[in-house]
């Protein structure tokens, strides 16, 4: 898969993320950075990595997010052949969720 190319205002949105320390002040930062149609859809796809990790099918994951099935077989290609963003996310989640976070 095609990675994105490195720059230093890619590097300065991550390092602001990276600074944001509750739930709450990411809903405030992403609700400044993002509109309520592309948070949707990112929190809709990493939904979908949760459910594609989970073994649900597409079209089980396609009626419960509301995501085409050439979205969910996107994220699908991520989850196999991607950086696994997804799958170290999902995993530290899952991790703390054990923990009682």
Do not use: F
């Given at each position: 898969m095609k990675s994105i190319s490195r720059d230093e205002n890619l590097d300065f949105l991550f390092k602001g993320i990276l600074t944001l320390?509750?739930?709450e002040e990411c809903y405030h930062f992403f609700e400044d950075l993002c509109t309520v149609s592309e948070l949707q859809e990112m929190s809709r796809r990493m939904q979908a990595a949760?459910?594609?990790k989970d073994d649900f099918i597409y079209t089980e994951i396609?009626?419960?997010?509301?995501?085409?099935?050439?979205?969910?077989?996107?994220v699908n290609r991520c989850l196999k052949y991607g950086t696994e963003g997804y799958i170290s996310v999902l995993e530290?989640?899952?991790k703390a969720e054990r923990r009682g976070r």
């Open positions: 320390s509750s739930v949760k459910l594609l396609a009626a419960r997010t509301g995501l085409s099935t050439s979205t969910i077989s996107r530290r989640l899952e």
